[in-house]
């Protein structure tokens, strides 16, 4: 199978950005992870990136007054790297118009909780404060929307009564470096098909 081209998104420790690496790495997922670009200079996802050859950049916020202008500075590394698929992997920071318009359908983000409960920047904690007995992720395409867009997959993590919120939180991740890789290989075999806001998922051919 042809591999897809995705640019990967990230604003932190980039775990997710890993798993997508060593299951891609692994021959497991068809995909050639054409460049990794983060908002924050620090992000230790960029140092992941540099580790397996991957071209990291950092696209500063400062110096944009406007989020398009610097969505465009984004633009500008994707289209370098011809990327088809945009993965927006603990990207913290909403996208406009401008970009989604022009990747209708071909951003896809991970959110630590079960959309649509607990949108926003802090899902786990969010989650973990209100007390629920079950969480999880969710894999959704980006619309303009904060965390709205057609869902692609979730993935449960039931709450256990020995719980902390480090170790809720630590199954939630290990689940998401599971559930991501297989939505973005369902992408890749072209088996995803948005029905309005839902997304049927296509037998193997
Ligand atoms: C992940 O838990 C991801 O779901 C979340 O940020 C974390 C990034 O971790 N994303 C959001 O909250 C987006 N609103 P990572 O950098 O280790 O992959």
């Not at 960029?46 to 465009?72: M, Q, S, T, W």
């Not at 698929?85 to 996208?95: D, E, F, N, Q, T």
Request: charge should be neutral; hydrophobic fraction near 35%.
């Amino acid at each position: 199978m042809k591999k897809t081209n995705i640019g990967v998104l990230i604003s932190g420790s980039g775990t997710n950005l890993q798993s997508i690496i060593d299951k891609a790495e692994a021959g497991d997922l068809p995909v050639n992870v054409a460049c990794v670009i983060s908002d924050r200079e620090k992000a230790y996802g960029l140092e992941r990136a540099k580790k397996h050859g991957i071209p990291a950049v950092f696209v500063d916020r400062k110096g944009y007054a406007l989020r398009e202008a610097h969505e465009d500075a984004i633009i500008g590394v994707l289209d370098k790297y011809n990327v088809e698929l945009i993965v927006c992997a603990g990207y913290m920071r909403l996208l406009t118009h401008h970009i989604i318009s022009r990747y209708r359908n071909r951003i896809i983000n991970i959110h630590p909780a079960l959309l649509p409960s607990f949108p926003g920047t802090d899902g786990y904690g969010d989650a973990w404060r209100y007390g629920v007995k079950v969480s999880g992720c969710t894999v959704h395409f980006v619309d303009e929307g904060c965390d709205t867009g057609p869902i692609i997959l979730q993935g449960i993590n039931p709450v256990d009564n020995d719980d902390t919120f480090e170790s809720f939180r630590e199954r939630g991740l290990a689940i998401e470096h599971r559930v991501f890789p297989e939505a973005i290989k369902l992408y890749c075999e072209g088996r995803l098909k948005i029905e309005g806001r839902r997304v049927r998922i296509l037998d193997k051919e």
